[in-house]
């Protein structure tokens, strides 16, 4: 078991950054990859960025590319997700992710085994 949490989430302007963080605890030699998703209300979850956990490899969707980094510290088994030019679509709960197997159907959250908590982000205009 892999049990994971989030910080790091809180109101920003827009055009602000923010930084989240998620630390992996437990079972963690058995990651494969991490990622965020993020859920606004009356919307469902949706993909934000992945990170393969040993090559460290990232995808992300097409509305957070060149604004959004993740990235991961494998000495603290944490991963984190650099918000950057942020916008008031991206006002949403962001959830932290993992998984420990292999899985093409990356963007799903079918995919990932263990969540988090969920970090709100607020963004003004």
């Known amino acids: 078991q892999v049990q994971l949490a989030e910080s790091g989430g809180g109101l920003v302007q827009a055009g602000g950054s923010l930084r989240l963080s998620c630390a992996a605890s437990g079972r963690t030699s058995s990651l494969y990859a991490m990622v965020w998703f993020r859920q606004a209300p009356g919307e469902e979850r949706a993909f934000v960025a992945r990170i393969a956990w040993r090559l460290g490899v990232t995808y992300y969707a097409d509305s957070v590319k060149g604004r959004f980094i993740i990235s991961r510290d494998d000495t603290t088994n944490t991963a984190h997700l650099q918000m950057n030019a942020i916008r008031p679509e991206d006002t949403a709960l962001y959830y932290c992710?993992?998984?420990?197997?292999?899985?093409?159907?990356?963007?799903?959250?079918?995919?990932?085994?263990?969540w988090g908590q969920g970090t709100q982000v607020t963004v003004s205009s």
């Open positions: 992710a993992a998984s420990s197997r292999v899985d093409s159907d990356y963007m799903s959250p079918s995919a990932y085994d263990y």
